[in-house]
């Protein structure tokens, strides 16, 4: 009987593994055709791999609802995805979080959310002008809130660290 489980798994590990290849793909040429402005493209690429959990699929096709590139802009559809990937956490939608929560952009304006998705974000972020540029954004951002905003972040944080629960 264990083996037999044992057999199933690895059948399971494989189908799996070959189905994130076609995911994989989507997503690649996706952000290529982001890159190059092909924005049709882009969302017709990136759009399956992100309904199917592809954290860096969902960063990438927020981007474009929320700066509107080749559809109309959607703060609300910017959020969604935004928020499936800063779930699993995807640096680039963690940040995209923190912008329309700091804008009131899709979501309510939320300094200490904003704050808090910044820090969560710079966690894991490496060494390099991106992280320092994000850490920038984060310290001024501090500097426009209040104590009790403050506090509130730095208790998001550690909702998000102990409990994996986002606001």
């Known amino acids: 009987m264990l083996r037999r489980w044992s057999q199933l798994l690895a059948i399971a590990a494989l189908v799996a593994g070959m189905a994130a290849v076609p995911a994989l793909a989507e997503t690649d040429a996706g952000i290529e055709a982001l890159n190059k402005g092909d924005y ?3 969302l017709k690429e990136l759009t399956p791999p992100a309904r199917e959990g592809d ?7 927020a981007s474009i609802y929320h700066y509107g590139l080749g559809v109309a802009t959607s703060f609300s559809r910017a959020f969604f995805w935004y928020r499936a990937a800063a779930l699993q956490g995807n640096t680039d939608g963690q940040i995209g979080l923190a912008i329309l929560y ?3 952009q899709g979501v309510a304006k ?3 959310v904003a704050h808090m998705w910044l820090t969560v974000a ?3 972020m490496p060494e390099g002008s991106d992280r320092e540029r994000v850490r920038a954004d984060r310290d001024a951002l501090a500097q426009e809130m209040t104590a009790a905003q403050l ?4 208790d ?3 909702n998000w660290y102990h409990k994996h629960q986002a606001p």
């Open 40 to 42: 049709g493209i882009a």
């Open 55 to 61: 954290a860096r699929a969902e960063a990438h096709l």
């Open 102 to 104: 700091f804008n009131g």
């Open 110 to 112: 939320d300094l200490a």
């Open 122 to 124: 710079l966690d894991v």
């Open 151 to 154: 506090q509130r972040s730095a």
């Open 156 to 158: 998001l944080v550690q």
